[in-house]
């Protein structure tokens, strides 16, 4: 049983959709030009079978296009073969082609609208009608017999192949699931491998400013914070940090920056060492940044305090851009300067204007 929604099964809603109305438009367009041939004082036996056929041509289209009916339909188709074969010696003498037309028409439609367990039962059977009227055997079994095979076989090439395109899909969809996992479980990884650099950082970093003053079992209840923060133990990093001078860490990118930076900072500015390693970060990313893109080998970098709350600003005097416009494919200021920052409770803001240089105003609100 084909999945709903899939190919294969919209395939076979079309073909008993489409094959009935076909059937109907078709017979009328036969039975229009058989009419024709009728001799004149067989005349209103013609009409009588042509409106037959146009009445089954309506309950074909209305059982298309509802979906409902299918048996009625099945039985008008049967019921005009039957009319036609059994009065062509009034309406065109033997053999009638109106009739063989008629007859190899439903034929080659039911296959498409029934299974052969159907189907098989009533071509044979409007098969005998035809041959017991007209008494012709040969040709005429010969050729329904290649059309309805070629009718079944083109149904079933075109549903396997729609069903070569569910599996096609569906194979498709599971390399998409698996290719997403996939990434969904390195970014995980990478959050991980972020904390636990984060955490034991914040360790190293604190015996790097602080050195020998440090001690021994101090630097263990650090250690044993970072674990219970890795393993998800802890109520956070932010609120348990130690805290660590602020200016010393920025110190190290203002060193490694490739810019001259010139630096004003407030002495002595604590804060935890996660919020410390969010700046840090930032700083670097727009320090980056003016190299990459203001123009100018300079930039100014202040460190200060207003009312409790930690900020930091990275100014330039460069090319200036307009922050809008940036596309948000670009994760350069939006990923690692205003999305770190968020992370630790802060915040970062870009001001920026083209020809007036960029200012990155990054605020860390304290307590």
């Known amino acids: 049983m084909p999945r709903q929604g899939s190919v294969e099964?919209?395939?076979?809603?079309s073909a008993r959709r489409f094959a009935g109305?076909?059937?109907?438009?078709?017979?009328?367009?036969?039975?229009?030009?058989?009419l024709l041939a009728v001799p004149g004082d067989t005349l209103p036996l013609g009409f009588a079978l042509f409106a037959l056929v146009v009445a089954g041509a309506a309950v074909d289209c209305w059982t298309g296009l509802s979906g409902r009916w299918a048996p009625l339909a099945l039985a008008f188709a049967v019921a005009r073969v039957v009319a036609v074969c059994v009065t062509q010696e009034w309406t065109g003498g033997q053999p009638n082609q109106w009739a063989l037309n008629v007859l190899t028409t439903t034929a080659i439609t039911v296959q498409w609208e029934w299974s052969p367990k159907v189907s098989v039962p009533v071509t044979a059977g409007l098969l005998a009608v035809h041959l017991a009227v007209t008494g012709d055997g040969g040709a005429i079994v010969a050729r329904l017999l290649i059309e309805c095979v070629l009718s079944r076989l083109a149904f079933v090439l075109?549903?396997?192949?729609?069903?070569?395109?569910?599996?096609l899909r569906a194979r498709q969809a599971a390399l998409a699931r698996a290719e997403a996992l996939s990434l969904a479980r390195r970014r995980r990884e990478r959050e991980y491998l972020a904390l636990l650099h984060d955490t034991a950082s914040s360790t190293f970093l604190l015996v790097a400013v602080h050195g020998a003053d440090t001690e021994p079992g101090q630097v263990a209840g650090f250690a044993r914070h970072d674990l219970a923060v890795l393993t998800g133990t802890a109520g956070g990093p932010t609120t348990q940090d130690s805290p660590v001078d602020l200016n010393a860490s920025l110190r190290t990118?203002?060193?490694?920056?490739?810019?001259?930076?010139?630096?004003?900072?407030?002495?002595?500015?604590?804060?935890p060492a996660s919020v410390?390693?969010?700046l840090v970060r930032a700083v670097r990313e727009t320090l980056a940044n003016v190299e990459r893109h203001a123009g100018v080998h300079t930039a100014t970098l202040s460190a200060d305090l207003d009312g409790d709350r930690v900020v930091v600003t990275v100014a330039d005097?460069?090319?200036?851009?307009?922050?809008?416009?940036?596309?948000?494919?670009?994760?350069?200021?939006?990923?690692s300067v205003?999305?770190?920052?968020?992370?630790?409770?802060?915040?970062?803001?870009?001001?920026?204007?083209?020809?007036?240089?960029?200012?990155?105003?990054?605020?860390w609100p304290g307590g």
């Open 9 to 13: 099964a919209e395939f076979l809603i």
């Open 21 to 34: 109305p076909l059937r109907g438009i078709g017979l009328v367009l036969i039975s229009a030009f058989g």
């Open 158 to 167: 075109l549903r396997r192949s729609s069903r070569r395109v569910d599996l």
């Open 253 to 271: 990118v203002v060193d490694r920056s490739g810019l001259t930076v010139d630096v004003r900072w407030r002495d002595g500015l604590p804060v």
């Open 276 to 278: 410390a390693l969010a």
């Open 317 to 335: 005097d460069g090319a200036g851009f307009r922050p809008d416009e940036v596309p948000r494919s670009r994760r350069g200021i939006r990923g």
């Open 338 to 363: 205003v999305e770190r920052m968020t992370a630790v409770g802060g915040s970062a803001a870009v001001t920026s204007r083209p020809g007036e240089g960029t200012t990155v105003r990054l605020e």
